[in-house]
């Protein structure tokens, strides 16, 4: 499968793990090789150089890829060359923790609003946003165009949530809840699932080792 980009979605998937390692490089250095950024990712040189080459971007032979570069072209290819405006819907204990951290601004994200359907939540000040009644949300987001929606509410609710975002134009979901979400193909759903992370997990501590597909 592919994205709109023509990029194929394994490698969409990989690039965060480039930029991560290329952002957490010394500022003085200048380039890197594929076989490096392949270290540092826990991935193989020639799977970084066929992904990288998605990009338009090849490295020189003896001295790699211009860092700076290589930088700007993944953000530019995942968007992160402007800011994305993002909601929180559901301010419990997982809600609350994603609120307050303060790693997504220098990544392109902006905490803009955080909503919740418990009366004895909303008015309620958390790193300076106040949290607002969910029915408030349809006049928030046609006022202020809202990217993207978290969702970290209980799974019986995760639905509804997901319907309201979609009624008011949110084209893209985060969804940490436990719940599988039925939304039209023109919206995006990611769902982060830590039961499901963790039984995984107990895949591999079990012994399983599954087939290898090179991607």
Known sequence: MKSSSGIPKATVERL???LRCLEALSPLRATI???DLAKLS????AKVRKDLSHLGTYGVRGVGYDAELLRFQIKRELGLTREWD????GVGNLGSALANYGGFVNRGF???GLYDAD???VGMRMDGRIIRHISALESDAGRDGI???VITTPAEVAQDVATLLVDCGVRSILNFAPAELDVPDTV???QVDLATELQILSFYMSGGTPEAIDA
């Not at 826990?42 to 040189?45: K, Q, S």
């Not at 993002?86 to 819907?89: G, L």
């Open 16 to 18: 965060p793990r480039y």
């Open 33 to 35: 090789s594929s076989t």
């Open 42 to 45: 826990n991935m193989n040189a």
């Open 86 to 89: 993002v909601i929180i819907i």
């Open 110 to 112: 902006s905490i803009v």
């Open 119 to 121: 009366m004895t939540k």
């Open 147 to 149: 990217s993207i929606g």
């Open 188 to 190: 995006h759903v990611r």
